[in-house]
């Protein structure tokens, strides 16, 4: 922070030689305040018109206007802009007037924010808060508030920006905020707009306390009807006496928020979006049986309303990851660690079923969400040593992120006779499988295989 640090006050010295005054607002102060670092920096300028705010910050460095009636100037990593006032034209977030004034006044400026911890503003030149709606005192007794009553409705984003305000910082809502969240619809928020606040609300320490609220709120009724399934769906008591699915689905993302710091962010997705989508599955299949409460075949009936689920979400390939095609995976065979581990000491599982995993999942991940989904259950109490065996024969076998790559492949046929063809295909395939068995070791063994094949149905020309 401290190079970008610099080139903050000398624009600010620079607005202010031009009669200006330059503030940063928003979440920087709030994260300063919190004493955690700041990714985004925002700055506001007051008093200086926007050709010459434009002048005046191309002395610094190639700047990008973006914006349509008002104009913000992004200078590198920080973005600087006049002070804005908008107006409601139409639903959505997209639905408002919204012109550039470096007339406005600090306070008038500070009432168009969110939240009020939201809406305060800080000179770099004098190291002056400025918080003309109270947000300092609201951040010290931990609680969200809104700014203006009267138009904090005019955007249903601020809804799930409440949820993962709350998670990430630990916050309660005022009874008036929480009011009117509960009154603002939310059937015009695209896809990508959910998502980007679902997002951070799953990498807060406890994402658990923003569900939570979602709930409360009628969010996640609203907006995900096949999580809200889980409420007052029944568990079997002596492996779930916490309650419900839903409150087990809580443990469960909380475990796994724990278990993804080492893991890229694609990777980190895959884990949180499983621990949520993981029992989606129950509501379908729960039923008493025999006197217990069974949820036969769950993980397979998963599949479906965790596909709608990540619709809702519009989640598919983040930077190149399938992370769709993994959620779907884990949701289907998250209990496989656990079964697995049951069998080793009877009919046992083999190093082939490890590698025909792998086709499907990437173990290590399946195995963080189960390792999450048994801490969930009854945290402590229960054994939880099945993951970390599942984990060590993936590893063992090289299989722990990937299935084994092919050792025969379409050029070593060729140099064998064989024409590129269908019967190949099917020979790649045969012998492919009788690598994952393991009787296929290296090349010299998928030739043999390969000419036994052959043999049996030599091709024909």
Partial sequence: MEPLRGRIVSIAEAVRERGGRALLVGGWVRDRLLGTASKDADLEVFGVAVGDLRALLERFGRIEAVG?????????????????????SGRGHKGFDVTGDPSMS?????????????????????????????????????VLRVVDAATFADDSLRVLRALQFAARFNLTLDEETRAICRTIPLDDLPAERIWGEFEKLLFAERPSIGLTLGLELGVI???????????????????????????????????????????????????????????????????????????????????????????????????????????????????????????????????????????????????????????????????????????????????????????????????????PGPKMGEILKAVYEQQLDGTVTDLEKAVEATRSLLKEAPPRH
């Fill in 221 to 419: 009724e609203r907006l995900f009807p096949e999580v809200f399934a889980l409420v007052g769906c029944p568990q079997e008591p002596e492996w779930h006496p916490e309650g419900d699915v839903w409150v087990h689905t809580l443990q469960v993302v909380d475990q796994a928020r724990r278990r993804i710091d080492d893991l890229p962010r694609p990777k980190q997705l895959v884990v949180m979006v499983g621990a949520v989508a993981h029992d989606l599955g129950k509501p379908a299949t729960t039923a008493f049986s025999d006197g217990r409460i069974r949820s036969i075949d769950h993980e397979e009936q998963g599949v479906a309303p965790a596909t709608r689920f990540l619709d809702q979400l519009n989640l598919n390939s983040i930077d190149g990851y399938d992370v769709r095609a993994q959620v779907l995976a884990i949701t289907a065979q998250h209990l496989k660690p656990g079964m697995w581990f049951k069998a080793k000491d009877k009919e046992g599982v083999g190093d082939g079923a490890f590698r025909r995993l792998a086709l499907k999942v990437d173990l290590e991940l399946l195995a963080r969400v189960a390792q999450a989904d048994c801490n969930g259950r009854h945290p402590g109490v229960f054994d939880c040593t099945a993951m970390d065996w599942f984990l060590e024969r993936a590893r063992a076998l090289g299989v722990e992120n990937r299935p084994p790559a092919p050792i025969l492949l379409g050029r070593h046929l060729i140099e064998l006779g064989v024409k």
């Fill in 106 to 142: 600090i306070e008038e400026a500070a009432r168009r924010r969110d939240f009020t911890i939201n809406a305060m503003s800080f000179d770099p030149l004098t190291d002056e808060i400025l918080d003309p709606c109270g947000g300092q005192h609201d951040l010290r007794r931990r």
């Fill in 68 to 88: 349509a009636s008002f104009q913000v100037f992004k200078l590198g990593e920080l973005d600087v802009s006049l002070p804005r006032r908008e107006s409601k």
